[in-house]
């Protein structure tokens, strides 16, 4: 079995990885409480009463925890996934899984000199069942070649709940790093591109004046071999949506399209996980609510095996890579 552990508990994606490595089979051994967000943690509580609280010293300490789930702040993740292979486990990051380049070679050599696997949990595909139907209907070649990825990410601000390091894009890496790693990677992913280039990308401050490092918009244009692909993120989630992001992904295809409303349709059908599929025989909606989430699994099976079914190495790496690029090449947009 599967033993695992928390270190850095400061984004609510780590609910993600704690949940679905129990429904793996995974033993949860427990966490360290240490966080920049009090709130987070009392929920965390709550939600796992038994979980032991550990010192961070001891956790990465103990030779029986296989995996070391990090959702720290964005500038620690590295430095801790470092570590955590350097004691001899695997890692699951949140994403963004580095910030800078000096980071990504890092984590790269420990990877190399340990053997141990770095996976980011890319949440929006990880852990949408919309996305998961995606993935295997493209695969069927229900739309033919994947040529074009156009993914939205809006998000909801909710100032006050967030933390001062928030604001500063030396600690989240700058937007393009933090959000739009997720459409970064479902444009590798759907198009089946081992790596891609960025040929343009921007950023900008349209509404906070106030907070003038802020980044609350975002858009980046890829392209591969296969495909290209557009990308939008944002704060700008209005308050009257009932979710916190109107997330969206089309998927185009030489035969047909797929698109995913994943987390709302909004003025249509209730609850998440809706999918449109359109090609030359049918003009279909799929609800995707029961669809299974293999990642978790797939990562346990890794861990177990020294495969890569979950998501190869190089992969991640090129996510880590793009996201980068196209935050540090980004034109500034609107005038702050």
């Known amino acids: 079995m599967l033993r695992f552990a928390v270190v850095g508990i400061d984004h609510s994606h780590t609910f993600d990885h704690v949940k679905g490595l129990l429904a793996a089979g ?6 360290c409480p240490k966080t920049s967000v009090p709130a987070l943690i009392e929920n965390f509580k709550k939600t796992y009463p038994d979980a032991p609280q550990i010192d961070r010293e001891t956790i990465f300490a103990d030779p029986s925890i ?29 994403k963004p899984g580095v910030t800078t380049f000096a980071q990504l070679e ?19 595909r990880h852990c949408v069942r919309s996305a998961v139907k995606a993935a295997k209907l493209v695969k069927q070649g229900a739309i033919g070649q994947v040529i074009q ?6 998000h909801r601000l909710q100032l006050p709940t967030r933390p001062d390091w928030f604001f500063d894009p030396e600690a989240f890496g700058g937007i393009i ?24 990308s921007a950023i900008g401050n349209f509404g906070m004046p106030e907070k003038p490092a802020f980044q609350d918009f975002g858009e980046v244009l890829l392209r591969s071999d296969k495909a290209s692909g557009y990308v939008r993120v944002d704060w ?27 987390y709302i349709d909004i003025s249509g059908r209730p609850g998440k996980d809706h999918l449109f599929l359109v ?30 079914t979950a998501m190869t190495q190089s992969h991640v790496y090129e996510v880590c890579r793009l996201s980068l690029e196209a935050q540090a090449k980004a034109s500034r947009l609107g005038g702050r």
């Open 279 to 308: 090609n030359g025989e049918e003009n279909t909606y799929i609800d995707c609510s029961s669809e299974k989430l293999d990642y978790f699994e797939a990562f346990t099976a890794d861990v177990r095996d020294r495969t890569e």
């Open 149 to 154: 990825t156009l993914g939205m990410g809006p």
């Open 177 to 200: 790093v933090d959000i739009a790693s997720h459409q970064i990677d479902q444009f590798l992913f759907y198009s089946g591109s081992t790596s891609g280039e960025v040929v343009a």
């Open 66 to 94: 296989d995996v070391i789930c990090i959702s720290a702040i964005p500038r620690d993740r590295a430095g801790l996934a470092i570590r955590a292979m350097r004691a001899g486990k695997d890692v699951m990051t949140d």
């Open 26 to 31: 995974g033993e949860f051994v427990g966490y």
């Open 236 to 262: 700008f989630t209005p308050e009257a949506l009932p979710t916190w992001g109107d997330g969206r992904l089309t998927i185009l295809g030489t035969k047909g399209y797929i698109e995913l409303r994943k």
């Open 106 to 124: 890092e984590v790269k050599k420990a990877v190399a000199e340990t053997g141990k696997i770095f996976s980011i949990c890319f949440s929006e």
